[in-house]
């Protein structure tokens, strides 16, 4: 196993969890993020393609069978900052999304639902591919401080700035609605985080820059889903969980830690994708709860 490692390319990290467990297995949480994702976006396209809506609106705001509102709580908080009241639904649909993901972790948006992570993704993989080492150093504080900054926006202006450049809206926006400015400013937006991604900064937008995940982490810091290292003593020291980990400060910590200190990834940074249960071949990740 260990030779099978040591060939590898470092920055093709698995091959060992697929030697060893099969591709399948080594791709499980991989291959039903990305079914997440297409699903939800097949929520909002459902009805445009196929006359069959079932959630209307976008990720900002939507209301899905004509009885469920689902609110963006930043979008609302923005809106609140503002001055501009959202209807009753909006705060309600705000409240519940909110709810759900501090229950649970905030950032699963960043990873489960976000449409971005799929650009993110695709330029991590090319970068890989092509053998791009050199990135511009971020830090990752920067997007708490643009976070404030999008808040303070909105307050000062009256308007809610950041929805008219946030990705994710126009993304979805352009998806959903169509139209040729629409699309336009969407594959303009993507084209643009997966060429910053692929030669500027690795995971740049969503590790570095993003305020809506800075967002989410923040709601969700404390919820029940947490990835755990149930064998951490079997780590071998291979890094593939380090290189394909989107928030790799989050893994060293538990694994330095001593044993009584728990076997719980806290930090509220970790998106519970699920990779690094995928691709460590010494099951040392597996998908816990908080005690």
């Given amino acids: 196993m260990n030779e099978i490692r040591r060939a590898a390319p470092e920055r093709f990290p698995g091959p060992a969890s697929i030697a060893a467990r099969g591709w399948l297995a080594a791709h499980r ?20 393609l196929f006359g069959l809506w079932i959630a209307r609106g976008t990720l900002a ?4 069978f004509d009885l469920l509102p689902l609110t963006d709580p930043l979008f609302a908080l923005q809106s609140l900052l503002a001055r501009h009241w959202p209807e009753t639904t909006a705060l309600i649909g705000a409240g519940i999304v909110f709810a759900g993901y501090a229950a649970t972790r905030g950032r699963l948006y960043c990873s489960w639902v976000c449409p ?9 993989w090319l970068r890989r591919r092509l ?9 990752r504080a920067t997007r708490y401080w643009l976070l404030g ?11 809610i700035v950041w929805e008219q450049i946030n990705p994710v809206t126009l ?41 809506v995940g800075a967002f989410y982490g923040l709601i969700g810091a404390k919820g029940a889903l947490a990835v755990a290292l149930p064998r951490r003593e079997a780590c071998d020291e291979c890094l593939d969980c380090f290189a394909v980990c989107p928030e790799p ?13 728990g076997r719980l990834i806290r930090d509220g940074d970790c998106t519970a994708c699920g990779r690094c249960i995928d691709v460590c071949h ?10």
Avoid: M, Y
């Avoid at 949480?29 to 445009?48: K, V």
């Fill in 61 to 64: 705001s939507s209301l899905t």
């Fill in 249 to 261: 400060q989050v893994i060293g910590p538990v694994l330095r830690a001593p044993a009584e200190a």
């Fill in 29 to 48: 949480w991989l291959l039903l993020r990305r079914a997440a994702q297409l699903a939800f976006l097949g929520l909002f396209l459902s009805g445009p």
């Fill in 116 to 124: 971005i992570n799929l650009i993110a993704d695709l330029a991590l």
């Fill in 131 to 139: 053998g791009w080492k050199k990135s511009l150093r971020l830090e």
């Fill in 171 to 211: 993304v979805h926006r352009g998806l959903v609605f169509g139209g040729a400015a629409l699309i336009g400013a969407a594959f303009a937006v993507a084209v643009a985080i997966f060429l910053f991604d692929l030669g500027v900064a690795d995971r740049g937008w969503c590790g570095h820059l993003c305020p």
């Fill in 149 to 159: 900054g999008i808040l303070l926006a909105a307050a000062l202006t009256g308007t």
């Fill in 282 to 291: 010494q099951s040392v990740f597996a998908f816990g709860g908080r005690t």
